[in-house]
Every structure is written in structure tokens, then in C-alpha cells.
């Protein structure tokens, strides 16, 4: 749908020079993948590595884009740069999205150090969007000093922003119905810090000390919809980091200081322990295996004909053979015709 | 064209009324027709919208309008909007319009108006329609 005018290397140069339009075309570029995306990583790649990023996640309503707006606006404080992407899902109906993170982000409309992007998961279920770690990439090496990533509210989010971002926050508030059912079982492990949100409404303490009885003993049993989950490592993924819980109202800014207080000594723990180090190397072998897959099944694909593929629909579909044999055969086929006609 | 991009559309309340019913409509429309839709909330500044619709890199900017105060605030949306690089977003405007103003609007640069009795599907037609006018031409062009 778009009618780019200007040449990649004429956007990335535009953008580093602080041209916002330009960033913002940069970053659908990436969002719609493709050679064109890939091209602009490489260029960028050199120049990423800086930014110190952040996952907001938590249940629906629990004030993640509020939790985000008064970060940034923190960070501004402490004279910091803010880039952030907040993530709304695609409806699997009509592919259409609709993102309304930044109605709880206008305060920081006309500050020159934040620039905010709306993205939908498109088809992606983690809670985060295909391209969400692309996007990042292109934040990162445009020099934004902390990249604050919302993930959508329901689903696994937390398994993908856990090797997306350095220190991930999980947001929980009161009233979301029984207090420890709603802390989600898995979410335990990710967590570098804990914040109970809307600190003003009744019920904050106890959903404080729900949390604390979760993190304060031993390997144990959590009820979850019904089924007994046994939780693995209480007390957080590392070992000398405890993740604290952080009492915040939003709202009103309150408990935000502390927040990116710690969100600040999680970052100085990781570079002092060398578990930054450790988090890169996961995050580098994530998206590594990430592309290798893309490309191997782009190139195989690519490789078989479509009459193959539409024959063996039919024997499958004829009962003449099983659909893990029509597969074996098919790459099998793959490996014996035009091995180099394809390159 | 890549299958995989998306028509992206940010609808704004701009000024000083706070009933945001219709434009919610609208924008669930919106989605409901494919559209990834930026939705910013009521009592937004011209500033505000500019810049969402350049952050966002909008195709697409509809603005709800209920106030009466269309005629001021469009024209500094607009002026904001080519200010900052995006002179080529489809504008929209929604709410109550006297027809006297209709022809105004044209001549600011809105490319389409619509009134409180519109149907959803009108403007997602339009918007499609504009859109692929919009590509043919800048093809013959090139
Ligand atoms: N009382 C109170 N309300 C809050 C607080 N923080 C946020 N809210 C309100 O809670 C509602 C949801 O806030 P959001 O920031 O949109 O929550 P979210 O987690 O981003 O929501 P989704 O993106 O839809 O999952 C809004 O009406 C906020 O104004 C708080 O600290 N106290
Ligand atoms: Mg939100």
C-alpha cells in the first residue's frame, strides 16, 4: 500500500539524523519483513547493541501502557531516551488490529526523546509480534537508551518477551479475581521484577502478600484453572537477583521511581554478574535459529514443485499414503532433483 | 505488493467533546475490515494526532469531530501533517458537518466527509478505493 519514495540507505540516513518520519517508514518496512526488512538489519546491525530493554506484561487492564507512559516520562527525568512498542493482538477474524495502548500514553506526545509504535501480533501468538525483536533492533541502533516493549495481555506472552527483553516486569493489580489464581503459574520464573499496580484500590496488600507467599518459600504446588502446576523455581530465573515487588499507582506517578530504580539495578546486576552477557547469547542463538528456520523453509519450499505437492495431497487425501511418508518422500525428491538449478 | 503489509488508519478525536461512541464504532469497523487501527482517544491535540499519524506511519488519518469546531481544528491538522513529511495520508473527517462546509473541507485537502448517518461499510469502500487509486497512479508515474 505504500509509496516509498526515498531508498533505504536515504531512510536509514534520515532517521539517524533524527527525521522521525523516516524512522517511522523505516520501522513498517521491518514490520512487513522481506528482503527489504532484512536489508535494513544488516545495515543496522553495527549500530544496535546499546539500548537496555524492558518487558511490561501482565493481565489485561492491569495498567501495562499507564506503567509505560510514567516510565518514560521517569526516564526523561533522568535525561534517558525512550523508545517504546506496545503490542495489541491481530483479531484471527479479518486480520485487522485495533491498537489502543497509546490513549494511556499521551503525555509524552511532542517530546523529541520518545518515540512510540503501535504493532499488532499478526497471526503471532507470544505476545509479542513477529517482528517485534526487529523492531527493536531498529530503536537500538536509532541510540534510544531504554526500549520499553508491552506485550499483549493474555496468552504466553511471557515466554517470548523473556528472550526478548534484559529485565521483564510483571504487572499484576488488585480485584483480578482470586488473588493467587491470577498470578499466572510460569510467570514466576520470568519475572526480574514484580509490580502491583493500582496500589490505590482495596485489595493491593493482599495481592502484595499473595505474591510474597509465592515467592518467599521453596519448590512448591499452585493451583491453576483447576490443575495442580508445579511451579519449578520459585524466586525468580536467577540466583543472586530477587525480584522485588513494587508497589505503584500509576496514575498518579506514584512508585514510579522506585520502579525504574530497579528496573536500573536489575541492569547494573546483570553487567556486574555477567549474565547479561549470558541473556545476549540466548537472545543471539533465538533469533539465529529463528532466521535459519525461516530460511531453510523458504529455500526447501521454494524447491518443491507445486504439482509435487498437489499430487501428494491427493495420495494422502486417497488414503495411498500416510501424510509423515508423503513428507519424507517429498524431501526426499527435493534432494535428488536440480540440487544447484535452484542457487 | 507484499501480501503481508497492512493498511494502517489512526482515528483521532481532536477538541473539546467527550463522546467518543462514534468514533470507537468506526474504528472497530475498521478493524473488523482488515484495517490495523491506531486508536488515540478523545480531547487529542493537533500536535497530538501529527505526530501519532508520523510515529504510526498512518496510510490513513480519520478524524471525529462532533464540536462544531471543524473548521478550526482540520486546517491545523492538516498544516501539521504536511509540516512533518505526510503529505500523502488519506484524511477523513467524521461528525456533524453542515453541507455549506463540505466543499471547505475539499479545498483544505480532506478527502473525505461523513456525516452521522454514514454505514461503516461506506467508509472502508472508500478507503479501499481511494487507496488503489491512489497506487495506480503513482505507478503510471514512476
Ligand atoms: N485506580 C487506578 N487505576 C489505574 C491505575 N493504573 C491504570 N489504571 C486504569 O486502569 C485502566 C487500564 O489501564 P491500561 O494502562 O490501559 O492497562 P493495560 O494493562 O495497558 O491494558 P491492556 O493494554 O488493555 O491489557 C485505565 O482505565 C487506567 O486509567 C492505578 O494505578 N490506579
Ligand atoms: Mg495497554
Avoid at chain 1, 512487513?32 to 532484512?38: H, I
Avoid at chain 1, 539500548?51 to 511490561?56: K, L, M, Q, T, Y
Avoid at chain 1, 502478600?209 to 508445579?230: C, D, F, I, K, N
Avoid at chain 1, 543471539?284 to 530460511?295: S, Y
Amino acid at each position: 500500500m505504500r509509496r516509498h519514495g526515498a531508498s533505504t540507505t536515504e531512510l536509514i540516513t534520515a532517521a539517524q539524523g533524527g527525521d522521525r518520519r523516516s524512522l517511522a517508514r523505516l520501522i513498517t518496512l521491518v514490520e512487513n519483513g522481506g528482503p527489504t526488512a532484512e536489508r535494513i538489519l544488516q545495515t543496522l546491525f553495527p549500530s544496535t547493541g546499546r539500548a537496555h530493554i524492558v518487558g511490561v506484561t501482565g493481565a489485561p487492564g492491569t495498567g501495562k501502557s499507564t506503567l509505560v507512559n510514567a516510565m518514560a516520562r521517569e526516564y526523561r527525568n533522568r535525561g534517558l531516551t525512550v523508545g517504546i512498542i506496545a503490542i495489541d493482538p491481530t483479531s484471527p477474524f479479518s486480520g485487522g488490529a485495533l491498537l489502543g495502548d497509546r490513549v494511556r500514553m499521551r503525555d509524552l506526545v511532542g517530546d523529541e526523546g520518545v518515540f512510540i509504535r503501535s504493532m499488532a501480533t499478526r497471526g503471532s501468538l507470544g505476545g509479542l509480534a513477529r517482528a517485534t525483536d526487529d523492531v527493536i533492533q531498529v530503536l537500538d541502533a536509532m541510540g534510544f537508551d531504554r526500549i520499553l516493549v508491552e506485550t499483549v495481555g493474555v496468552g504466553q506472552a511471557e515466554v517470548d518477551i523473556a528472550s526478548s527483553a534484559h529485565t521483564v516486569i510483571v504487572v499484576e493489580a488488585p480485584g483480578l479475581g482470586d488473588d493467587i489464581q491470577a498470578i499466572k503459574a510460569g510467570i514466576l520464573e520470568i519475572a526480574d521484577i514484580f509490580v502491583v499496580n493500582k496500589a490505590d484500590r482495596e485489595g493491593a496488600e493482599r495481592t502484595v502478600m499473595a505474591l510474597q507467599a509465592m515467592l518467599g518459600l521453596g519448590p512448591r504446588t499452585v493451583v491453576h484453572h483447576g490443575q495442580t502446576m508445579r511451579v519449578e523455581e520459585p524466586g525468580g530465573n536467577t540466583q543472586g537477583w530477587t525480584p522485588p515487588i513494587i508497589k505503584t499507582v500509576a496514575t498518579r506517578g506514584e512508585g514510579v521511581p522506585e520502579l525504574v530504580q530497579a528496573v536500573e539495578a536489575h541492569r547494573a546486576y546483570l553487567m556486574e554478574t555477567g549474565e547479561l552477557r549470558q541473556r545476549e547469547e540466548a537472545r543471539v542463538t533465538h533469533g539465529l535459529e529463528q532466521i535459519l528456520r525461516e530460511a531453510l523453509v523458504q529455500r526447501l519450499v521454494h524447491r518443491i514443485s507445486p504439482q509435487a505437492l498437489d499430487q501428494t495431497v491427493q495420495r494422502v487425501l486417497a488414503r495411498e499414503v500416510d501424510p509423515y511418508t508423503a513428507v519424507e518422500e517429498l524431501l526426499h525428491l527435493e534432494e535428488q532433483g536440480e540440487p544447484q538449478a535452484a542457487r | 505488493m507484499n501480501t503481508r503489509e497492512k493498511v494502517r488508519v489512526l482515528v483521532a478525536k481532536p477538541g473539546l467533546d467527550g463522546h467518543d461512541r462514534g468514533a470507537k464504532v468506526v474504528a472497530r469497523a475498521l478493524r473488523d475490515a482488515g484495517f490495523e487501527v491506531i486508536y488515540t482517544g478523545i480531547r487529542q491535540t493537533p500536535e497530538a494526532i501529527a505526530e501519532a499519524a508520523v510515529q504510526e506511519d498512518v496510510d490513513v488519518v480519520g478524524l471525529s469531530i462532533l464540536s462544531g469546531a471543524h473548521m478550526a481544528l482540520v486546517p491545523k491538522v492538516i498544516r501539521l501533517l504536511r509540516e512533518k513529511g505526510m503529505e500523502d495520508v488519506l484524511i477523513l473527517v467524521g461528525g456533524i458537518i453542515p453541507d455549506e462546509d463540505i466543499p471547505k473541507l475539499r479545498a483544505l485537502g480532506v478527502h473525505g466527509v461523513f456525516g452521522p448517518g454514514t454505514l461503516t461499510q461506506d467508509i472502508v469502500d472508500f478507503i479501499w478505493q481511494a487507496l488503489e487509486e491512489r497506487q495506480t497512479s503513482a505507478t503510471a508515474t514512476e
